[in-house]
């Protein structure tokens, strides 16, 4: 697999190509790993006021993406397939609950968080088969082919909200950091 390193705020992150011809698990796993570290690039270089900024009508901020992909990172992998999580900011109340950020939460709290949902969902990964099935929050059995697709699919379309948001705050560009 090629993968080049890149520096991401304090963290060495490494961006990687998905393989021409690799196996089914590690092509969907580097994939989903290229969207996750596009998101975490694109906060590089702000400060907590840009990061909180709310930018659309609905509140819509690079923070409270980055919080919503943790959570369902968590939700999807671990809760699935019947592993522990830490406490979750879903609200059957507010169905956006996860989107916000809370005044008494850093950004350092929001990124620690998005790295632990990816390592917990990395090990699930790791240790089980894309045929391995679990439960869904609604009830259906899914795959963890399943859960892989829908989780780049989830991925892709926020780094995409992430990249609008960002040129909105200072007019960066582009989906992975250059060489």
Sequence with gaps: ???RGVRCGRHMTMTQRVPFTG??????HASLNRHRDAVVWKLDGLDDEALRRDMTPSG???????????AVEYGWFCETFGRPTEPLPFDEDDENADLRVEQDESTADILAFY???RAAADQVIDELDVDDEGTAWFGDAVSLRWVL?????????HAGHVDIVRELID?????????
């Design 1 to 3: 697999m090629t993968q």
């Design 23 to 28: 196996g089914e698990k590690e092509s969907l």
């Design 60 to 70: 819509t901020n690079l923070l409270g993406l980055v919080k919503h992909l943790a």
């Design 115 to 117: 790295e632990r949902a």
């Design 149 to 157: 697709i829908h989780m780049i699919e989830e991925t892709a379309r």
């Design 171 to 179: 007019g960066t560009t582009g989906d992975h950091r250059p060489a």
